[in-house]
């Protein structure tokens, strides 16, 4: 029991002392799961919207398969990048592998489906009288695309969190197309993997603690964001 | 000028709307009595462009969003009564929106409930806010399903008012009840269940 007070004990100094090679592996983690994320948004919302609202060939089948990525596992989609990205691999010539843009590629691929799935759960559960209400009121495509995620911002938010949570957390991807390279391409879950495997417990768990202390940063900033604005004239 | 004739809604196989004939020229007001289940609502969907599966003859000449529908139990968008009110007016892009906004939420008696959240009113209140968005965008043609339930006796006397003074618009709205003979109204239906037909009175 005492090397986890004492683990906790390293963990608090280290973050609190602002240890530099633990808020570089966090900063990394921040902004490649972040852009992961933002991208998988980006093509996730519309996809998802599109599979809640348009009856289209296949339709059924790519949510079925969306569900079933939410449970890939991610050293699965780490092998899958590796194969892609290596030097002989379709995507070799980019020559991404063993950089955090390799690692943003892989966490897209696992923050997609679970973006388009809650997306299009939370959009089709929706009141049918969302649509004829904006529709009647003169509402055009676009305008009508925009309610139907503002009136399910708060499923879309959770999409958003869910992702975020997955992509910051995972380990296959960042160490088998990102390689852990200290200074480069280690994110705090591999660091934390390899700090705990050198027996250095307690940096493994200031790690730990602090990739919790993001995804709690995380979950405040985007409920806030959900929160409704008053707008009065 | 709506020109309806031999209307006919089938769902599943059961018919669940029927009207033989009804007829009304631009700027009239007209009411839909019937019971509950007679297909009411459903001949306001048809001519408000929301259900477009029926046999028979159907012509608005009004576009589609020229037309405004309001359910019986209306739906609000997340915000406030103001942005809610707003809603239409940007969806036009018209201009002096504002003003239209305050216009329409003083006419209906909400104007002190602008910045309130939907979340916070009540049954009437949001039924009202609902019409004052539907006015607010100066649709040809307004559709109100049962505008006067949940309604107290001010409320409906404020609904009945817009109604009557409303100069260019034609206005259908339904009632279980024939209730609203006080109003100038220019057609009144009776409808009642498909099998047994409809008739204009």
Known sequence: MNYIWEGLREAGRLIFTLDPDVLDSAWRSVWISSAAVGLAML??????????????????????????????????????????????????????LMTPWAIVVGELLLALPI????????VASLDVRVGETAWTLGAGRLRRCATYISEARSGVALATLTAFARCVTELGVAMIVGGNLPGRTQTLATAAAQENSKGEFARGLAMGILLLCISLG????????????PTSG | ???????????EGNPICAVSQFRLASGQVAI????????????????AGLETSFSGRCKVH???????????????????????VMYGLRASGAERREETVHMWMARLGIDHLSGRNVDQLSGGERKRTALARAFAVRAKLILLDEPFSEMDDAGAATIAEVLCHNDDTSIIFTSPSDSYHKLPIAREMRISAPSMGAAEA
């Open chain 2, 32 to 47: 839909a009595i019937g019971k509950n289940g007679s297909g009411k609502s459903t001949f306001l969907r048809v001519l």
């Open chain 2, 62 to 84: 009004f576009d589609c969003r020229e037309r405004v529908f309001v359910h019986q139990t209306p739906y609000l968008f997340r915000g406030t009564v103001w942005s809610n």
């Open chain 1, 43 to 96: 093509l996730g919302i519309p996809l998802g919207l599109a599979l809640a609202r348009k009856a289209f060939l296949g339709r059924r089948a790519v949510i079925v398969f969306s569900r079933a990525a939410m449970a890939v596992p991610t050293v699965f989609v780490g092998v899958v990048c590796y194969a892609i990205f290596n030097r002989s691999g379709p995507l070799g010539p980019l020559e991404i």
């Open chain 1, 115 to 122: 973006i388009i799935s809650l997306t299009h759960n939370a």
């Open chain 1, 218 to 229: 995380v979950t405040c900033l985007i409920a806030r964001l959900g929160r409704e604005r």
């Open chain 2, 1 to 11: 000028m709506i020109d309806v004739e031999d209307l006919c809604v089938t769902k």
